[in-house]
């Protein structure tokens, strides 16, 4: 299960965000909002097709990437 470091929206990912609004950071936590609002209907199915699983899969490591991009930008402000 994720730390709330992991979900971007979380206080304490807001804690590691960059200072200024930056608009990268902003769309990046609306696109990985948005994925998981779709894998959490995916999980709410009693079944999945092939294609609703491949979807699934496909789904969780754009999050991941996301997630990276999201954790590097924080960085570079750090920084």
């Not at 894998?39 to 097709?49: P, V």
């Given at each position: 299960?994720?730390?709330a ?15 200024r ?10 696109h990985?909002h948005?994925?998981?609002?779709r ?11 092939d ?8 789904l969780?490591?754009?999050?991941l ?13 750090r920084?």
């Open positions: 299960m994720a730390d470091h992991d979900v971007p929206g979380s206080s304490a990912a807001a804690d590691a965000a960059p200072s609004v930056d608009p990268r950071y902003q769309e990046l936590t609306r990985h948005s994925l998981d609002e894998l959490h209907a995916l999980s709410a199915l009693a079944h999945l097709s294609a609703q699983h491949l979807e699934e899969l496909t969780k490591k754009r999050k990437a996301i997630k990276d991009q999201i954790a590097a930008l924080s960085a570079a402000e920084s």
